[in-house]
């Protein structure tokens, strides 16, 4: 979940690579991420996100719990899954 208070200097590439090497290494089929759209840096970080594989979860767009809605982004996982390649730009 990102939550409203966080900033997208936070969610560091290095964070998001574990989550997706995490993935790999417990065999799991799919990450979801649940985005606050109150968020300030909602944006930055929906962009940042897609980039690395991240899509609109077709299925269920958007998520209320409590009085706080998410956005859901889902990627799917796989044990083979090249190791994403860095470029300057």
């Known amino acids: ?46 962009q940042s996100l897609m980039t690395v594989g991240f899509a609109y979860e077709k299925a269920l767009a958007s998520v209320k719990i409590g009085d706080i809605e998410y956005k859901v982004l889902k990627m799917t996982v796989s044990s083979n899954q090249q190791e994403v390649e860095e ?3």
């Open 1 to 46: 979940m990102v939550e409203k208070g966080l900033k997208y200097i936070d969610l560091s590439k290095e964070i998001v690579m574990n989550f997706i090497d995490f993935g790999q290494k417990m065999n799991i089929k799919n990450l979801i991420m649940l985005l606050d759209r109150k968020n300030k840096d909602y944006v930055k970080i929906l």
């Open 87 to 89: 470029i300057a730009f």
